[in-house]
């Protein structure tokens, strides 16, 4: 098996298999109409899921041979999703009733998973054509128009890396929450309500933790269903650019567990963000969670 522990080394290699995916989807995108059909779970799957799906697991097996590769799209693939080891962990097109509605906020997501971690992420959005990639402990880094740039998780005011909390109501640093454009419900929009006078940024898909990743939102709940192909990706990135996803109790996400949906949770860019959020709602916590709900794939 080739040595794949090699921090952003893996930029360039999963930058290709997610621009060639990328480019299967806007294939089908450009199509006047898209015909969409539904999993058991009655969530939307299109041409573009599967041709997306094919070309990542060719591009995975061939460059990093005897990697197991789980993809939401291979159920079969599931059996490789262990507590330990070392996997690929893939959501060909994440926001698929994005790319329906024809917003651009879709996107192509490949994670490394080492022993539980997400340690490195590749979150590709081909209808802006951004690349956004990182891990814990190695930065991450995004490219847009062609040009590279470190992604620090501060907002454009606050490039002094105070990391002090939730910004006083009123003050310059109002908190910016980023939320669902498909799916704002009931749960999340009291737990939002608890934060004070904040500001809703709406985005789709993984591209929600991007937003804070890049420094446009501060804090994203999530108080409803979604599975570890999901965030896995997006998430080791949020990490490269110093923030955290941590569920309602305070932990740390973990990937390859028993049940396949996640927990619910809290990503923001700093860790006392998350935490403050959660004090906030003590009242409301815990909540229950989503073991028997379906995925939300927005």
Known sequence: MRHINAGLELAPLLEKIAYDAGKQILRVYAQA????????????????????????????????PGVPVVSEEDEASLAWRLPTGCY?????????????????????????????????????????????WGGAGLGAAIREKGVVRALLGLRSEDKSGDRSGIPAEGSAGRLRVVASKSHLNEETQTFIQQLGDAELVQAGSSLKFCTIARGQADLYPRLGPTCEWDTAAAHAVLEGAGGVVLDIHGQPLHYGKANVLNPW???????ENARSALRLNAANLPLPQPAAQKPDHD
């Open 33 to 64: 109409n898209i015909n969409a059909g539904s999993k058991a779970d009655k969530s939307p799957v299109t041409a573009a899921d599967l041709l997306a799906h094919e070309s990542i697991v060719r591009g995975l097996n061939a460059t990093f």
């Open 88 to 132: 690929w962990l893939v959501d060909p097109l994440d926001g698929t009733k994005e790319f329906l509605n024809r917003n651009g906020d879709f996107t192509v997501n490949i994670a490394l998973i080492e022993n539980g971690q997400a340690t490195f992420g590749m979150v590709y959005a081909p209808a802006h054509d951004t690349f956004y």
């Open 265 to 271: 949770f809290v990503a923001a860019a700093r860790a």
